[in-house]
């Protein structure tokens, strides 16, 4: 585990540095062969499920708030009313990849608020229970993911 993170960290410097001199088409080249489809049968394990605010300067997402009213970023350092930022939801999934062969390949993936409103064609999607027994009940599914940062891109049922 120790050896495979150094490795993710060298690679992430490395990207900073190239990122200025790089055109548009070796960008793209590069996000192309970053992502995989695989097809599964079915979700394994729900490994998390998380509400986070967006932050309304910057839109990244703070995972902790700091009060009931206020809300700070940790990103930009703005603070602002909690009730005014939008809630979305995370989940990080455990599927199975056969693609390989006979190899059998475990992926955690992160799947983010607009996949799963759209998968589960629902825009309330805040409960714990009902997000994860709704998509361990689905089969079939299609799903692109980044294999860098193991996100999922996309995921449909067939
Ligand atoms: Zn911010």
Redesign the pocket.
Known sequence: MKKKFLTQQRAVITLNNETELNNVESIETSVQSQTKSINITKIEFIEEFSVSKA?L??K?HIIQWNSQYLLK?D??N?MMRQESCKSSVLVKIVVMDFSEGMEMNELHLTVFHNNITKLLNTEEVYDENFVCSSLLQLQNLQLTYNTKRNTVIDIQQL
Request: charged content about 25%; proline content about 0%; overall charge positive.
């Open positions: 932050c300067k910057c990244k970023c990103f930009c703005y």
